[in-house]
């Protein structure tokens, strides 16, 4: 299992990203939709499923927040409680993700599993830098990454 290259983060922050969306359809559902002009946010709360052609995320509350260009200038996405991320290949759950896409990071923390038909990779944070396409799976202080992988 290639993690180094993790397409699913990937795909995930890509279609967070503005021109992303301009391309392609993103469906958001979600029990409320609330935009706080005040604090720059536009909250997607209960239930929160979005649908892209390549990822599915599902999560209890997803906040967008934005600068001074409106929607159009996203600073950070951040989907928590009991997230997870699916593509026909790959899934990854955790407790939060947060994806700025100023940094190119996302952050996968909290209870964080990815697998594919090739294994799976448990640790406490998954890290992703789109811009070195560099993965780093880390443990909470004391504990272990630990992976389980199928030879072929």
């Known amino acids: 299992m290639n993690f180094s ?13 503005v021109p992303a969306l301009a391309q392609t359809a993103v469906q958001i559902s ?3 939709f609330t935009v706080e002009e005040g604090t720059k ?24 927040t934005y600068g001074e260009g409106g929607t159009s200038d996203i600073r950070s996405f951040e989907a928590t409680g ?36 090739a294994g799976s990779v448990q640790a406490q944070e998954l890290v992703v830098n789109l811009a070195t396409n560099v993965s780093t799976f880390s443990a909470s202080q004391g504990g272990r990454v630990t992976g389980v992988f199928t030879t072929q």
């Open 5 to 17: 290259r993790f397409a699913l983060i990937a795909v995930f922050a890509g279609f967070l990203s």
């Open 30 to 32: 979600a029990d409320v």
């Open 41 to 64: 946010e536009a909250v997607f709360t209960g239930n929160v499923v979005i649908k892209h052609p390549t990822v599915n995320v599902w999560a209890e509350k997803v906040v967008a």
């Open 82 to 117: 009991k997230v997870k991320l699916e593509t026909d290949e790959q899934t990854a759950t955790g407790d939060r993700a947060v994806f700025t896409p100023g940094d190119q990071l996302l952050r996968l923390t909290g209870n964080v599993e990815v697998s594919n038909t």
